[in-house]
């Protein structure tokens, strides 16, 4: 199996630490909001990622965090004037929604920053014991110089990075930055300023730095050294950098041996971030399409990539998930009819090209996870199914064709079985029916679609401006 690997820029072949064992860690969402579907790309990819190595007989230990603790979460409890800790939990309760809706499997664990304090000051104690870190006034820095192959994750040269950095200090004035012995150092703990969450510490009461919580978190749950650690490609740099700087200075030993970036998912070529007001929340999307469609269209284009988010591409996700879904549908209904049999010669070769897509399959998945490929071998299945399996197939042949799809989509975490929920468009539709049905007097077809909507949890609203409908 081989895999992009960001600190060597090339595909390498994937060499567990430990035999037929996976140890993963994904950075996961700060929790302010609801999560946006560029948020999701990395869930997706990720929960892909490990499904395959399940697949291939690894035990994967996966663990995603969720940053609980951090200015705009802070901001956001100020505005509410509610306490952080219940911005973060609410969010962390529909984060967990969304994912559960997209396919997103439970993590091994789940770890929340602000449950792991304790350890990130032994980290930070550690790191001034070894002259990587000092104080100042009750903050905490890395001393970046100090770790010799600081932008070995990046490429960035480190002489570069302080002029660039020199020029930003003196141009915005940042505060705290005379206090530092080097401008490229960076926070570990930082004091609480007033109405801020704090916890004791040595230095000061405060609260830790964003890229501790993950050095901290991944030690924790997954030891010193683990074999892949994964995000979004804007987490390269700084925070992967600063992981990789915290972890080996302070453990002695290799962090992550396979670096993994998801590139971003845009909206008219721009990244979709929350700060820049471009973004659509899983939430939003749920409401006119299943989720499984955003999960399949997340797929059909390599993890690598950027990918530019339309309405285009979600339709054309829609139809290439309801081509699976139908095919699916009519193997179920022809199972039910079949009855068993020793397989013909040309069922036999039907067996073999099914075997062949399958292969297929997974070549694309050992080639950098390369969904877009696995992808396009369903579709080779699903046009195998259609025309190679009919009335007259034995139930044998049905178990394989429809068992290999099978597989082949629950690696993918694609559910094409899963409740259809009812779009937007399609009770428009029906109450617009029921609005001339009720024009021609015929009550009965106009109840008939009431009680239809009902049953799919839509409730119809009789007002004075028309027909109003919400979801139940
Ligand atoms: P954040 O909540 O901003 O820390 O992001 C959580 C995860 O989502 C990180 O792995 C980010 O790299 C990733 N992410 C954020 N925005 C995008 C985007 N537009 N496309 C792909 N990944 C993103
Ligand atoms: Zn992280």
């Given at each position: 199996m081989?895999?992009?690997n960001?600190?060597?820029?090339r595909?390498?072949?994937?060499?567990?630490?430990?035999?037929?064992?996976?140890?993963?860690?994904?950075?996961?969402?700060?929790?302010?909001?609801?999560?946006?579907i560029?948020?999701?790309?990395?869930?997706?990819?990720?929960?892909?990622?490990?499904?395959?190595?399940?697949?291939?007989?690894?035990?994967?230990?996966?663990?995603?965090?969720?940053?609980?603790?951090?200015?705009?979460?802070?901001?956001?409890?100020?505005?509410?004037?509610?306490?952080?800790?219940?911005?973060?939990?609410?969010?962390?309760?529909?984060?967990?929604?969304?994912?559960?809706?997209?396919?997103?499997?439970?993590?091994?664990?789940?770890?929340?920053?602000?449950?792991?304090?304790?350890?990130?000051?032994?980290?930070?104690?550690?790191?001034?014991?070894?002259?990587?870190?000092?104080?100042?006034?009750?903050?905490?820095?890395?001393r970046t110089?100090?770790?010799?192959?600081?932008?070995?994750?990046?490429?960035?040269?480190?002489?570069?990075?302080?002029?660039?950095?020199?020029?930003?200090?003196?141009?915005?004035?940042?505060?705290?930055e005379?206090?530092?012995?080097?401008?490229?150092?960076?926070?570990?703990?930082?004091?609480?300023?007033?109405?801020?969450?704090?916890?004791?510490?040595?230095?000061?009461?405060?609260?830790?730095g964003?890229?501790?919580?993950?050095?901290?978190?991944?030690?924790?749950?997954?030891?010193?050294?683990?074999?892949?650690?994964?995000?979004?490609?804007?987490?390269?740099?700084?925070?992967?950098?600063?992981?990789?700087?915290?972890?080996?200075?302070?453990?002695?030993?290799?962090?992550?041996?396979?670096?993994?970036?998801?590139?971003?998912?845009?909206?008219?070529?721009?990244?979709?971030?929350?700060?820049?007001?471009?973004?659509?929340?899983?939430?939003?999307?749920?409401?006119?399409?299943?989720?499984?469609?955003?999960?399949?269209?997340?797929?059909?284009?390599h993890?690598?990539?950027?990918?530019?988010?339309?309405?285009?591409?979600i339709?054309?996700?829609?139809?290439?998930?309801?081509?699976?879904?139908?095919?699916?549908?009519?193997?179920?209904?022809?199972?039910?009819?079949?009855?068993?049999?020793?397989?013909?010669?040309?069922?036999?070769?039907?067996?073999?090209?099914a075997?062949?897509?399958?292969?297929?399959?997974?070549?694309?998945?050992?080639?950098?996870?390369?969904?877009?490929?696995?992808?396009?071998?369903?579709?080779?299945?699903?046009?195998?199914?259609?025309?190679?399996?009919?009335?007259?197939s034995?139930?044998?042949?049905?178990?394989?064709?429809?068992?290999?799809?099978?597989?082949?989509?629950?690696?993918?975490?694609?559910?094409?079985?899963?409740?259809?929920?009812?779009?937007?468009?399609?009770?428009?539709?029906?109450?617009?029916?029921?609005?001339?049905?009720?024009?021609?007097?015929?009550f009965?077809?106009?109840?008939?679609?009431?009680?239809?909507?009902?049953?799919?949890?839509?409730?119809?609203?009789?007002?004075?401006?028309?027909?109003?409908?919400?979801?139940?």
């Amino acid at each position: 199996m081989k895999i992009y690997n960001t600190l060597s820029r090339r595909k390498e072949e994937f060499v567990p630490l430990k035999e037929n064992e996976v140890s993963m860690y994904v950075c996961g969402p700060t929790v302010y909001n609801y999560i946006h579907i560029g948020n999701a790309r990395p869930m997706i990819v990720f929960d892909t990622v490990r499904r395959y190595f399940e697949y291939k007989g690894y035990k994967v230990n996966y663990v995603s965090n969720f940053t609980d603790v951090d200015d705009k979460i802070i901001a956001k409890a100020n505005e509410e004037g509610v306490s952080s800790s219940e911005i973060s939990e609410r969010f962390i309760k529909e984060a967990r929604k969304d994912m559960a809706d997209l396919g997103v499997r439970e993590a091994t664990v789940h770890p929340k920053a602000t449950e792991e304090i304790d350890g990130m000051i032994e980290m930070i104690k550690t790191l001034i014991e070894k002259g990587h870190a000092y104080e100042k006034n009750g903050t905490v820095y890395f001393r970046t110089r100090s770790f010799k192959d600081y932008g070995k994750l990046s490429k960035k040269n480190i002489d570069e990075l302080e002029a660039g950095h020199r020029d930003e200090s003196h141009a915005l004035k940042v505060s705290g930055e005379d206090e530092k012995e080097d401008p490229l150092d960076f926070v570990l703990w930082k004091p609480k300023k007033e109405g801020e969450p704090y916890w004791e510490s040595p230095w000061s009461k405060g609260r830790p730095g964003w890229h501790i919580e993950c050095s901290v978190m991944s030690k924790k749950y997954l030891g010193d050294e683990i074999d892949i650690h994964a995000g979004g490609e804007d987490l390269i740099f700084p925070h992967h950098e600063n992981e990789i700087a915290q972890s080996e200075a302070a453990n002695g030993k290799q962090f992550a041996r396979y670096w993994m970036h998801n590139g971003f998912l845009n909206i008219d070529n721009k990244k979709m971030s929350k700060s820049a007001g471009n973004f659509f929340t899983v939430r939003e999307i749920g409401e006119k399409y299943p989720l499984m469609v955003i999960r399949f269209f997340m797929l059909s284009g390599h993890y690598r990539g950027p990918i530019n988010f339309s309405e285009e591409l979600i339709k054309a996700a829609s139809n290439g998930l309801a081509r699976i879904r139908t095919a699916v549908e009519r193997l179920d209904d022809l199972y039910k009819k079949a009855v068993s049999a020793e397989l013909t010669d040309a069922e036999k070769e039907t067996v073999d090209e099914a075997e062949r897509m399958s292969k297929a399959f997974d070549a694309a998945m050992d080639d950098d996870f390369n969904t877009a490929d696995a992808i396009t071998a369903v579709f080779e299945l699903v046009k195998l199914a259609n025309t190679k399996v009919d009335e007259n197939s034995s139930k044998e042949l049905i178990e394989v064709v429809k068992g290999t799809i099978d597989v082949l989509l629950d690696v993918l975490g694609i559910d094409v079985e899963e409740e259809k929920e009812m779009l937007d468009e399609e009770i428009e539709n029906l109450i617009a029916q029921r609005t001339a049905a009720r024009k021609e007097r015929n009550f009965k077809r106009a109840d008939e679609i009431r009680d239809e909507l009902l049953s799919k949890g839509i409730i119809l609203e009789d007002t004075r401006d028309g027909v109003k409908w919400k979801r139940a």
